[in-house]
């Protein structure tokens, strides 16, 4: 970016500023550690100047708002135009209750639904299964059969919100009831906009709520991305993620890398599967997480667009340039926030929603205080999203595209980053693919490295962490926490009874029994899982065929 | 109030037999006596080894073995061997993650052991392990080993069948040739099989054999396996053939030499274990072996010489006494 | 040979957050423990015959859902029923766990519950001052 004359000017003036005042400046007074790094563990030099990225050429590297390599933004207005999605994950206990959460939430100025769904649910099993006890409703709402999917969105219309679904393995089943109710609504499919999770190689990483062997569960993710290809073109059929990998513990470079590979892997089974890539891949979405380190998040960010947009054109042969865009949403740090003086995550959550403003996401999810010690309260939820909305409206952030662009340290990372990601790529490569990789338990071990090195350095005190290693206090315990009501197990066990004695047995049997049919042939299953949810077959119920069919995933554990 | 822990694990008492295997690790004096005990109620279950090299798969073909050895009515003892670490001397047992639901079924006892510094793919006393397992009514022990893909030969001296389970793309059938392990084989897994490469690596095996079998006439030819273990497929047919390996050496009556075989050196090594440890703690107590290393450092001695007057007084000590 | 402590690092309940529990279960086995890591989705039942098979010393429960009050007591009647009286519980879920619960979880049989942030330093040496003698 810099010609040759104007570099060698600055590196003369450098070599002045080394040896002169800042040589008289550290033969004072020492600088407060001998080694700076980021979160991550990258070191972080001194000063960066033009030398710092010399290679660096605007119109390759950078480029424009809305074109390859798409460094500086998937949108040519981004922010001006209009801001991203805020979208609050939410839900607990039953139905009712969170749809009471959404009605408030979509008052308070929230432009999208976030569905958190209980573990029995996204794990495949109904509210009343043995292994369900004491979950139901707990981290999130209990859903088992299509009339629950009603209580959750009544008096919201479908072609008004958009919905995102953290749902995996089973993620056609919910899908397929959120559709079915589209439909009762008088909604057309084509109209229905949302996102659904479906990113089921992170279960298996890092979430741990997988149900079926890879090779199978990779078929159903395929089968649902290639029928909202078919039928909900405005369905981003999944949303591969980052977000659960940063929390297990892995740098942001890894996050970025390993999800990228991920990435790689859904647009390579979706290939072979018969699809052209141009056809489903500007419906691919990602997820990614935000640290309290803007710069090296904002870098991230960066990074990863660029890449995604040479993986998808170079690797993939994509033509539209929509299939190179990386848009994603954000959720600011889970494990970033602390139990101890719980009101400093506020702090937290803020600078993390502004280096997603910086990096240019297209959707966000702000945590709220209390999160590291319950369910977020109403009033937590509204400081969280209030949070964004000053981000949004008051810092600036939002009134030019990209603004850190130019930067030496900024750009100087977003190379080192991409490097990193490349250089993973490269070994997953060569390993076999992402999916060898994650059987081999490379991509574990990965993780779990980091987040070993990141404990030792809290534990011996060369990572400050406010609140955890110094400035702490003695507090009183929190009060006021949200407590989700135990007896909603009770309950939806005896409505679930009532439920499958009531329904018309020969048409649940006879849907169930072709859904079964079908998954041991190669065609896709969604439009038999629509039938089997309008047929009042719960999760459960409909993930039990499947488990017949494919078997479950017993995971390896590498630590 | 003392346990009667012999007697409890006849019963089928998993705790008792629990606490046993750690006296036992622990190479506690308790142990021995109970083992004394034990020892004629043993020698009925069959034992099973599953070897090969990390990431092949050996801990979910042995969860899917187990119930197919359970579906024909066996009870079955698995015993999952992970290495210790040489430097903290802890260690990460995580093969039981694989086998979680054989946890509920109370006739599989799953222990998993830790190498403790011992090599050879197992603990030092995994096949004293095996023994209470078998009084503890096992029909069927499964041995898992290690896994490090290296020297793990050993098991061949505990198993009566042993599987070695190799996968495609991992040039997995030159490196065990090399380690020395497509030799131990009596029973060929190739894990993965839907993987390519696979029928390349079955080919490979087959040359492999074929080859051998002009070198040595053997009159067992192990068979070749393909399985998916996360799948469940091919187990059955592994079991058969582990089986038929079963029936071949009870035909050839090679099950009796190489029980008889193994009982011997069974014997010997633990004859040989104890002579050293008593010589050793006697040195060791009276300040022998630190002058002597004195000596020896000095050049002063050779060590050649030592050992033989050392072991010469044990002998005439016990010379003396068979005579007196 | 000296004895070992033997844990059983368990996650009870559907929750995936392992984390924690498998970064124990490293920093366990550096102080020369032999931990047997037993993964998610655990019933009480299938760690309680896991402590039992593995004649465990101690067994350490991780539950970030919110779930603790619901399956730790669970686990630690079915260890008594076994017989099983002597081993050490330990729990912990970070924040999650709210300090109000500490009481009731520890007079149900839990010997510690370990808050966030608690030094893995103060966890290890807890255990190797608490743990039976075999």
Redo the contacts between chains.
Sequence with gaps: MFDEKVLQKIQAGKDNWDQGPLAKSLSKSPEAKPVFTTISGTPVQRLYTPLDIKELDYDIDLGYPGTFPFTRGVQPTMYRGRFWTMRQYAGFGDARSTNERYRYLLKQGQTGLSVAFQLPTQAGYDSDHPLSMGEVGKVGVAIDHIDDMKTLFDQIPLDKVTTSMTMNAPAGVLLAMYLAIAQEQGVSWDKVGGTVQNDVLKEIICRGQYIYPPKQTMRLTVDLIEFCQKNVPKWNSISISGYHIRESGSTAGQEMAFTIADGIAYTQACIERGMAVDSFAPRLSFFFNAFTNVLEEVAKFRAGRRYWAKVMKERFKAKDPRSMMLRYHVQTGGVTLTAQQPLNNIVRVALQSYATALGGAQSLHTNSYDEALCLPTQQAVTVALRTQQIVAEESGATDTIDPLAGCYYVENMTDRIEAEIDDYIKKIDAMGGTLAAIEQGYIQKEIQNSSYRFQKEIESGERIYVGINRYTMEEPPPTGLLKVDMSVGEIKAAELRNYRAQRDQAKWKAALDKLRQVSATNENVMPYVVEAVKAKATVGEICDVWRGVFGEYRPKEFI | MSIDYAAQILAGSHRAAARLISWLEDEDERAYGLMAGLYPHTGSAYVVGITGSPGAGKSTLTDKLARVIRKNGLKVGIIAVDPSSPFTGGALLGDRVRMNELTQDPDIFIRSMATRGFLGGMAKSTAEVVKVLDALGKDVIIIETVGVGQDEVDIIGIADTTCVVLVPGLGDAIQSMKAGIMEIADVFAVNKADKQGADQLCGEICARLEIDSHIKERDWTAPVNRTIAVEDIGIEELWLSIESHRKYLFDSGRFYTNRRERTSRETLRMIHAELFRVIREQLEKNGRLDAAVEELMNKKRDPYTLMREIVNEWLSISRHKETS | ????I?MIMAKP???????GA??L???????????????????P??IV??A????ADVVGLSSL???HN??FPRVVELMKE???DDVLLVGGG???I???DYDSLKKSGMAAIF???T???EIVSFIENNVRK?
């Design positions: 040979m000296a004895r070992k033997k309940g559907l929750d995936g957050h392992d984390r498998k970064l279960a490293r920093i366990f086995a550096e102080a020369g423990m032999e931990v047997v890591y037993t993964g998610l989705r655990q019933t039942e299938m015959s896991a039992e098979q593995e004649d859902s919110g779930v619901y399956f076994k017989g099983l970070g924040g999650i709210p300090e109000e808050g966030p942030g030094p893995t330093t075999r």
